[in-house]
């Protein structure tokens, strides 16, 4: 485990403001009831004990009627009162609490999906989140400063009424000198042991959370396993319940041993202080017994005197372990901070796309290299490639070979490690990230659908151009499956969100994905393989036709199998992150000894079928 650095006392009062400020912007409302709460909760515990002890002595002393019943209706209406402001106060808390937590879930949600993306899929990030959403579940982080704000509260009322409650107590002359330093010392050292057991406890905790981390990952992986119907037709055929359910319990039973291990540690570390604490308030009967005895104390303040020096100890621990807690939180906060600040560094170009009328616009590679974060090895090398806007571009070689990577580069998913993409002479780092993005409609091998209408789904948005999304899907070829859904583009896809839902096909899903890609109208359209799941027959198809269908638009195809890239006069070739050649199919395939002549001749001595499409000369198979 890597050793955290110390908060410094600045540290911990920047953290403390900047949380504090976070959460009174989140809601005032519950900030202020969450103070008031606290005041109160405190207050309405010394009424009747102030009360009680004047109300035992006016009775003792034989006092008047009239001043029994003044106390009396004193204790009963302050506390009336009091619990009536709790009451509300509790309401609004609760009520406001609900809107806190939804709103914490948003700041996570809006921070997960404005991330960049190569941010995702770092390890260390994803384990940080983990770890403070888990922290999270256990009560500290953002949320703790409530809790410590009104303990803190509650605390310092309550030793402000205890002092004063109890100040007379050591003006009594009846009570000795030493059994007042006795008191105080027993004081002392209770509250002595209370911080030491906190300081412990916490360091306890935070390991253990630190710990759990990881085991809290598998265990949603697991539930994810379980959960996820697609996943549910292997694990059946192939007997895998045993293994999962098996992993999933080891998680589990390894996580609650440790966690009773833990809890054991921090019984054991509490106990000397509530020794300590009720040896405390014999000590404090006996001296005022004594003192009642000798007639020094009335029989009214020997209640008083006991209730308010153990509500003092009480306050004063409370206040320790409190102030230590916030200093705990501190570190937890620090995490989460960290968390929120990472930087998008796509959003700092500035630059707006040119709108060129001449539509002159060409892309550059100039020496792009690239490494995905965490890998040793780069996935592309000393890539240089300038092509125009409006040009068709087939960008083939084997898996693996860096197409994908490519195509992630060139819209911005990732930046390059080494050289530079260039828009128009202009780094593409330079322009709006969103303006810039907006220029792309990309289709990968694994697109996602979502759960959300069909037309909602071509859109990529919430409204959509009913027209326009059904002129999409008929381009596509998806006309027929349309015709046949009576709900039309209104139709939920999947049964997440509708019981009316449907299930789409491997084949129908990729039409919708590439529908989503005419939709978006933009000036750059990829096909990076959406249709892998096609035999190679129907790929050169959708690619030939997708081709008439992009008009002047750039479009790039991307394949490992050639002869569905074959119609394209732009033709660069990847292998290993470089690119080996560049020009024409029948350029390319002149060239032997090349690596497409190669891949060429691979594909079609296994695959090319004695049929009819052999003189398309066209690969089936895969
Ligand atoms: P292709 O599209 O030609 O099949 P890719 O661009 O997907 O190839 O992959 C190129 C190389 O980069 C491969 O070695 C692959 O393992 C690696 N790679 C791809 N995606 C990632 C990733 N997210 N993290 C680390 N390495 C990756």
């Not at 949380?19 to 809601?27: G, I, Q």
């Not at 949600?109 to 960049?116: Q, V």
Request: hydrophobic share 45%; charged share 20%; with cysteine.
């Amino acid at each position: 485990m890597e050793k955290e650095e110390k908060l410094k006392l600045g540290g911990h009062a920047a953290i403390f403001y900047r949380a504090v400020k976070m959460l009174f912007r989140m809601d005032r409302m519950f900030a202020l009831c969450t103070v008031f709460n606290a005041f109160f909760a405190s207050v309405i515990q010394y009424v009747p004990i102030y009360f009680s002890a004047k109300l035992i002595d006016a009775i003792w002393m034989g006092a008047p009627k009239d001043e029994i019943i003044l106390y009396i209706g004193l204790t009963v209406g302050l506390t009336f009162l009091l619990n009536l402001l709790l009451t509300l106060c509790r309401v609004v808390e609760n009520v406001k609490t609900m809107n806190l937590y939804r709103e914490q879930e948003w700041m996570y949600s809006r921070k997960e999906m404005g991330m960049e993306y190569s941010n995702i899929e770092r390890r260390d990030i994803t384990l940080l989140l983990e770890r403070i959403r888990m922290e999270s579940q256990t009560g500290y982080n953002l949320f703790y400063l409530y809790t410590s704000v009104r303990m803190l509260v509650q605390h310092i009322t309550s030793i402000v009424a205890a002092v004063s409650l109890t100040v007379s107590f050591f003006a009594l002359g009846a009570v000795s000198a030493y059994g007042k330093a006795v008191l105080v010392a027993g004081l002392l050292v209770t509250v002595l042991c209370g911080i030491y057991a906190t300081a412990k406890e916490e360091a306890i905790n935070q390991a253990f959370w630190k710990q759990c981390v990881f085991l809290n990952v598998l265990g949603e992986k697991y539930s994810d396993c379980v959960g996820d119907y697609a996943m549910g037709m292997d694990i059946r055929l192939y007997g895998m319940d045993e293994k999962i359910a098996g992993d999933n319990r080891k998680t589990d039973m390894e996580f609650y041993s440790d966690y009773v291990k833990k809890d054991k540690k921090c019984l054991l570390l509490s106990l000397p202080s509530v020794l300590f604490s009720h040896l405390l308030r014999f000590g404090v009967y006996m001296v005022l017994i004594a003192a009642a005895l000798s007639g020094a104390v009335s029989v009214g303040s020997i209640a008083k005197y006991v209730a308010c020096i153990m509500l003092l100890l009480e306050a004063v621990s409370g206040l320790v372990s409190t102030l230590q807690k916030v200093f705990a939180n501190n570190y937890y906060l620090r995490r989460f901070f960290s968390y929120i600040d990472i930087p998008n560094n796509m959003y700092q170009g500035s630059l707006t796309v040119e709108k060129r009328l001449d539509n002159e616009y060409y892309v550059e590679f100039v020496d792009v290299s690239f490494r995905y974060p965490g890998a040793g090895s780069y996935a592309l090398r000393h890539v240089n490639l300038r092509f125009r806007v409006g040009e068709k571009l087939a960008v083939v070689g084997m898996n693996g070979s860096g197409k994908t990577t490519f195509i992630k580069l060139l819209c911005r998913l990732y930046d390059p490690t080494e050289g530079e993409i260039l828009l128009n002479g202009v780094d593409i780092r330079k322009y709006d990230y969103d303006e810039y993005m907006s220029i792309f409609s990309v289709v990968f091998q694994d697109f996602s659908l979502f759960s959300f209408t069909l037309g909602q789904n071509v859109a990529a948005a919430k409204e959509y151009d009913e027209e326009r999304a059904v002129t999409a899907l008929r381009r596509a070829g998806f006309g027929e499956r349309l015709d046949a859904m009576p709900e039309g583009t209104e139709t939920y896809l999947y049964k997440d969100y509708s019981a009316q839902g449907v299930e789409v096909s491997g084949g129908e899903a990729q039409k919708i994905a590439i529908a989503r890609a005419l939709y978006k109208d933009a000036p750059f359209i990829v096909l990076d393989e959406p249709t892998a799941a096609l035999d190679p027959v129907s790929e050169y198809e959708v690619y030939s036709k997708f081709n008439e269908l992009s008009g002047e638009h750039t479009a790039i195809y991307i394949s490992h199998r050639l002869a569905s890239c074959r119609f394209c006069d732009n033709i660069v070739v990847f292998d290993a992150g470089q690119i080996v050649q560049h020009g024409s199919h029948e350029v390319l395939l002149a060239q032997e000894g090349g690596k497409y002549h190669e891949l060429w001749n691979a594909q079609a001595q296994y695959y090319v079928r004695a049929d009819s499409k052999q003189d398309k000369g066209i690969a089936v198979g895969s």
